[in-house]
Nanobody
């Protein structure tokens, strides 16, 4: 599975940004796709995920109500989006997309990060 993230950039406080992650290769219906982020000097943290048979979503408390994760599928490719609104300085981080098979614990595949910088 190959993951290609894009969409990061510089945005002002309160602004919006949409990240995309294109998945290709040996993807399977029901794979769990997730977004994680790592701020400078901090550990990587979970942001949101979507997947399973019914595209169930999950969010970190810090982004609930501001971020929306969604997925589109086209034949063998899936693209997962992270719509981010009302961005705050603490959202500044490198954002990574990842995927795992349904029913597994750890994310096995990771994309390169995309930097999101929220300026005040």
């Amino acid at each position: 599975v190959q993951l290609q993230a894009s969409g990061g950039g510089l945005v002002q406080v309160g602004g919006s940004l949409r990240l995309s992650c294109a998945a290709s290769g040996r993807t399977a219906f029901g794979d769990i796709m997730g977004w994680f982020r790592q701020a400078p000097g901090k550990e990587r943290e979970f942001v949101a995920s979507i997947g399973g048979q019914f595209s169930i979503t999950d969010y970190a408390d810090s982004v609930k109500g501001r971020f929306t994760i969604s997925i589109s599928r086209d034949n063998a490719k899936s693209t997962v989006y992270l719509q981010m609104k009302n961005l705050k300085p603490e959202d500044t981080a490198v954002y990574y997309c990842a995927s795992k098979r349904r029913g597994t614990v750890h994310y096995d595949y990771w994309g390169q990060g995309t930097l999101v910088t929220v300026s005040s």
